[in-house]
């Protein structure tokens, strides 16, 4: 047996991008970090996840993870 199965649902809108874990219904929510929101089921779980502005952020994570190894690959080179 491989445990129990996963369920994940997103949803991209005008607003952001929401990433669902659970079909329960969210009783509250957390914000985690400027523009991203963990929701929460009556038990205080994690249900899922609201990033506002999930193009701009997906792209300055991205830009700043090649970033930050293009700068260790130059170091890596000069030493």
């Known amino acids: 047996m ?3 199965s996963i369920y994940m649902k997103y949803r991209l809108s005008l607003r952001g991008y929401d990433l669902a874990i659970s079909d329960e219904p ?3 929510s957390v914000e985690v ?3 991203i929101t963990a929701e929460l089921n ?3 779980e ?3 996840i609201e990033i ?3 193009s701009a952020f997906i792209r300055d994570s991205v830009l700043d993870s090649v970033q930050a190894k293009v700068l260790d690959l ?3 080179k000069m030493a």
């Open 52 to 54: 506002l502005g999930a």
């Open 2 to 4: 491989y445990g129990p």
């Open 42 to 44: 009556a038990k205080g």
């Open 46 to 48: 994690l249900i899922g």
């Open 33 to 35: 970090s400027p523009n």
């Open 74 to 76: 130059a170091e890596a």
């Open 26 to 28: 969210e009783a509250g």
